[in-house]
């Protein structure tokens, strides 16, 4: 320990005006209020220290040697004995969990801190690339991630989990980050992941798994922005980013939106300090800020307002199964239907469009049972009940694009076995989206839309030379339609305008084609509107949709007035290591017992990004007690 004053308190007068309002409205920042000249009560600690996090009145800091010490109020000191860099915390389970880096071993460790003393110690195998920051990120209670930079300049999102001595982590995906990016912090909330780079600003990316690698700044360095000369360590303290400007006496904090960014505050701290680190305690009441020209460890208490109300993280369900990739790469993958085998509900099947390519059956396990080579299918239905040729037999429809037709396929209604049964040529020139519905008479329709907004229906025949087509209505919306479903007990249909609204209508040949609006498109319904399909049981019926705009999916009551019911998404298994879904064209449910796996039935969604590993699209099963039970249905 330095010969230091102990805990010598400095009053820093927030300084204001730091900022200027020239460069505000390109970063969509506003000005900070006038009265926000609060002081900020530095402290020194008496340790040296290269990071630290305050956790109930002890420090967890990284020595300048490496050790990773705990001191308690009283002086008490504890060590951890790893070469430590690095400290990210979150609270899992009620406890706070540490993960640091073991640069002799390059290896992660992850530890807890019970009762003032370092424990339930775990410790990672060596990664390949050095790690130059680390930072963690919970993205529902059930998963953890860590964000790690390499030091060229990658972002490795991983995800963790503990069994037996080991910290155990899988790569989810990896990115490339700015040039010298130094600095990362994740705020939960909104799940987003901020990066500095030194010499540019802040950047803001989507934290979650499944989402598109992009990026968009919360401050740059003047004269692009506020910072004064360089963007350096982060923080998340109230809701509230906090930037340090490296080797300066500059801090800042902003406060966080899901897309937007307001300075709240800037303190200059006394001119002997050099920022070099910089943590803020999980309650967001304290934080640590290491300054480089002494080694000395400065605590403040912060002041910050409570974080704004923002609007309710969406909840996330896990898929139990996925599905064999399909065979096409890039977007290849787009709409299920299921088929229920009557006599043994868990041999029930899943039917996938790969619309680059043809059709392929999946069990429930998600292992591929068939394939068949049915050229640019796009959207697929079954109805069961049918007979062809006479025979009873269950029927398959899917939206053919390379003849604008309706391809159909009879299955067999003990096996499940699926054969090429003809097409219907349609009236169409761009083929799209399709759906089939069985009226109560036992007749069997399938509606196909074209890309410029209108709707066919076509009643499907059966004769002794087999099945054939006849149009009975035809109606139109004004934009590009793709998704549609039919509940068949309450002789309805919906559709989906993919930039506009969900609309329904009678969904018999001879009623009137007046629409109804389920919902437009919204913060909630985010376009495009893709796959739908509603779920009855009894008189209970529900309407789910993909908002794919925003990578979830909403329910809603499916008869009038069509009631909002609530919306998730579907995030990792981290147990059976399943990666979530995400850019969901088609979808389908079914309220059938499917076994054991399945009592209440299933929901199968397309997946767009196919990862752990990165493969070729796929189809993601989530069970119908999942949804059931988030929901009170
Ligand atoms: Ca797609
Ligand atoms: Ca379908
Ligand atoms: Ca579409
Ligand atoms: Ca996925
Ligand atoms: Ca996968």
Redesign the pocket.
């Known amino acids: 320990m330095k010969n230091k004053p102990f805990n010598t308190p400095i009053k820093v007068a927030a300084l204001l005006p730091l900022l200027t309002l020239a460069a505000c409205a390109d970063l969509g920042i506003k000005s900070s209020s006038s009265d926000n000249s609060e002081n900020l009560l530095m402290q020194q600690q008496p340790m040296e220290a290269e990071q630290a996090a305050f956790i109930n009145g002890q420090w967890l800091s990284v020595h300048p040697d490496g050790n990773m010490l705990l001191t308690a109020a009283d002086g008490q000191q504890q060590t951890l004995d790893i070469s430590a860099e690095y400290i990210s915390e979150r609270n899992v389970d009620g406890q706070p969990l540490f993960i640091s880096v073991d640069a002799s071993a390059n290896r992660l460790v992850s530890y807890s801190v019970r009762d003032g003393k370092i424990s339930d110690i775990h410790y990672g195998q060596p990664l390949p690339y050095p790690m130059e920051g680390i930072c963690l990120y919970q993205p529902s209670a059930s998963e953890l991630n860590l964000f790690v930079m390499d030091e060229n300049q990658m972002a490795h999102q991983l995800l963790l989990s503990m069994s037996g001595n080991t910290l155990k982590h899988s790569e989810i995906r990896q990115f490339p980050l700015p040039p010298q990016s130094e600095y990362c912090v994740v705020d939960d909330e909104t799940d987003q992941l901020f990066v500095s780079e030194e010499n540019i600003g802040v950047w803001a990316y989507n934290a979650r798994a499944e989402s598109e690698v992009s990026r968009k700044p919360v401050d740059l360095v003047q004269p692009w922005g506020q910072l004064q000369d360089n963007a350096g360590p982060l923080a998340i303290a109230n809701g509230q980013l906090l930037i340090g400007e490296l080797g300066s006496n500059l801090l800042h904090s902003y406060r966080i939106e899901s897309s937007k960014y307001s300075a709240t505050f800037s303190w200059q701290l006394p001119q002997n300090i050099a920022i070099d680190s910089l943590t803020a305690s999980m309650d967001g009441s304290h934080i640590a800020l290491l300054d480089d020209n002494s080694s000395a460890l400065y605590s403040a208490q912060l002041q910050l307002p409570e974080r704004a109300a923002t609007a309710q993280r969406i909840a996330q369900l896990s898929p139990s199964a996925e599905t064999t990739p399909v065979a096409s790469a890039g977007d290849a993958a787009d709409?299920?239907?299921i088929w229920v085998n009557k006599k043994i509900p868990a041999d029930s099947l899943v039917l996938g469009t790969d619309k680059q390519h043809g059709l392929y059956v999946y069990d429930l396990h998600g292992n591929q049972v068939q394939e068949l080579n049915a050229g640019r299918v796009n959207?697929?239905?079954v109805r069961q009940g049918f007979t062809f040729k006479g025979k009873t037999m269950d029927i398959a429809a899917a939206s053919q694009r390379d003849r604008n037709s309706i391809a159909l396929f009879a299955i067999n209604p003990a096996s499940g076995l699926l054969t090429a049964a003809g097409e219907v040529a349609t009236d169409l020139s761009d083929i799209y989206g399709m759906?089939m519905y069985k009226n109560p008479h036992g007749e069997f329709f399938v509606f196909v839309n074209d890309k410029d907004g209108r709707f066919e229906q076509w009643q499907l025949l059966d004769a002794a030379s087999g099945w054939s087509g006849k149009k009975v209505r035809e109606f139109a919306v004004a934009t590009q339609p793709e998704g549609c479903a039919a509940d068949d007990a309450e002789q309805r249909l919906f559709i989906g305008e993919e930039d506009v609204a969900v609309w329904t209508l009678a969904a018999d040949a001879d009623a009137s084609a007046e629409m109804t609006m389920v919902s437009p498109v919204s913060e909630i319904l985010v376009d495009d509107i893709e796959?739908m399909?509603v779920y009855r049981k009894g008189d209970k019926a529900y309407l789910i949709v993909s908002s794919q705009g925003n990578d979830s999916y909403v329910v809603y009551q499916a008869e009038a007035p069509y009631t909002y019911i609530g919306r998730f998404r579907i995030g990792i298994n981290a147990e059976k290591s399943i990666d979530g879904a995400s850019e969901t064209d088609?979808l389908?449910v079914s309220s059938a017992d499917l076994g054991d796996e399945y009592p209440h039935g299933m929901l199968v969604v397309q997946d767009g990004r196919n990862m752990l590993p990165d493969d070729a699209q796929n189809f993601k099963y989530v069970d119908w007690d999942d949804i059931r039970q988030l929901f009170n249905l």
């Open positions: 709409d299920p239907a959207n697929v239905d759906c796959g399909d088609g389908t």
